[in-house]
């Protein structure tokens, strides 16, 4: 008595793009997340990757960690650096952030 009948709406007859619409801005919103962060942030793996590969003995290093010395010896995933006179520490290839230009560390 105090209850109305509920019924459902049907769907707009005739309308194709309806679906493509709705999902319009889902896809844009992905197009400007892949140009925004994702991209970049590939680019900067890609080029941290060919530092790595590029290290050779002698190349002076900086880590994550902030220890900075001098390859003595490069592994497949390890390298052997010297931070003082006869002081070697054994760092992961990847954990190197930056390679410095030739004489920057002139105390070693």
Same mark, same amino acid.
């Given at each position: 008595?105090?209850?109305?009948? &509920?019924?459902?709406? /049907?769907?707009?007859? !005739? $309308?194709?793009?309806?679906?493509?619409? *709705?999902?319009?801005?889902?896809?844009?919103?992905?197009?400007?997340?892949?140009?925004?962060?994702?991209?970049?942030?590939?680019?900067?793996?890609?080029?941290?990757? &060919?530092?790595?590969? /590029?290290?050779?003995? !002698? $190349?002076?290093?900086?880590?994550?960690? *902030?220890?900075?010395?001098?390859?003595?010896?490069?592994?497949?995933?390890?390298?052997?650096?010297?931070?003082?006179?006869?002081?070697?520490?054994?760092?992961?290839?990847?954990?190197?952030?930056?390679?410095?230009?030739?004489?920057?560390?002139?105390?070693?």
């Amino acid at each position: 008595m105090f209850i109305s009948n &509920a019924y459902a709406q /049907a769907a707009p007859a !005739g $309308d194709p793009t309806g679906g493509l619409m *709705g999902m319009l801005p889902l896809i844009l919103m992905f197009i400007v997340l892949w140009f925004l962060m994702i991209r970049p942030q590939m680019k900067r793996a890609k080029e941290h990757k &060919a530092m790595v590969a /590029a290290i050779a003995k !002698g $190349d002076e290093i900086v880590t994550q960690g *902030g220890i900075a010395g001098r390859v003595t010896q490069v592994g497949e995933n390890f390298l052997h650096v010297e931070v003082a006179d006869n002081v070697n520490v054994v760092v992961q290839a990847q954990s190197v952030t930056n390679v410095l230009p030739k004489g920057t560390l002139k105390t070693l």
